[in-house]
């Protein structure tokens, strides 16, 4: 199965931009790269994905690199309510077409004001 | 508003004890998924439904039952089989036909063991 790599842990400070790296070297040409976030005691929810050119949205951009390796997260201006765990995922290539997404323990964000 | 619930959001198990925990959307998704999160860990797929009257097990299914008997709902039982409960359980949805993916999450059922 495709595995990511992300630290465990990050500071930001308020207003400032956040870049997140995910590893992800055995990528399959078909994986999709996602991000979710999850904020304390609540579901995850989607934050943006992208296959290979990069991805702007309301919430984040996505960064991919060219050979797919690696990609970055980036909150352009971070807010207290951007503190949360944030989970870099690969659609598990190893059931085809079902829609099974691995979470690992995910990238804890923490904004300092 | 569309969107997932899932039901009580603390629920207490005593010792023996079966319990069931609540799931239902109307986003009109046909595939439903349920994962468990120990604290400080990712999430674990238990079981998924991708149509319904059809469900597989996912990773840690040992210990739970669940059914899909309507496209809105994929109710989980939390077994006396099941001797580590203690976790909080996460129900999801999305539409398989999108390629992107994208799972919506409920807001969680927290379950203790009394």
């Known amino acids: 199965d495709a595995k990511t790599t992300q630290p465990n842990s990050m500071e930001s400070n308020e207003e400032e931009p956040v870049h997140l790296p995910c590893n992800h070297s055995t990528i399959s040409g078909t994986d999709y790269i996602h991000w979710y976030r999850q904020l304390p005691s609540q579901g995850p929810e989607y ?20 050979d797919r390796k690696s990609s970055t997260l980036i909150l352009h201006r971070a807010t207290l309510r951007d503190a949360a765990v944030y989970y870099c995922i690969l659609r598990d290539t190893k059931y085809y077409g079902n829609n099974r997404l691995a979470f690992g323990k995910g990238n804890q964000v923490v904004v300092i004001p | ?101 994208t799972q919506y999450f409920g807001p969680g059922t927290r379950l203790l063991v009394l």
């Not at chain 2, 959001?9 to 595939?31: I, P, W």
């Not at chain 2, 998924?33 to 400080?40: A, N, V």
């Open chain 2, 1 to 101: 508003d569309g969107g997932i619930t899932q039901s009580p959001k603390y629920l207490f198990r005593k010792e023996g004890q079966n319990v069931t925990l609540s799931c239902e959307q109307n986003l009109n998704h046909d595939a439903m998924y349920w994962y468990r999160q120990d604290p400080g860990q990712g999430l674990r797929l238990i079981y998924y439904s991708q149509i319904v009257n059809d469900f597989q097990k996912g990773d840690i299914a040992e210990g739970y039952s669940v059914s899909r008997e309507k496209k809105e709902s994929f109710p989980l039982t939390v077994t006396s089989a099941q001797k580590n409960p203690t976790a909080f359980y996460l129900c999801a949805s999305n539409d398989p036909g999108q390629h992107q993916e």
């Open chain 1, 47 to 66: 934050v943006i994905h992208g296959l290979t050119s990069n991805v702007n949205n309301r919430m984040a951009s996505l960064a991919i690199a060219e």
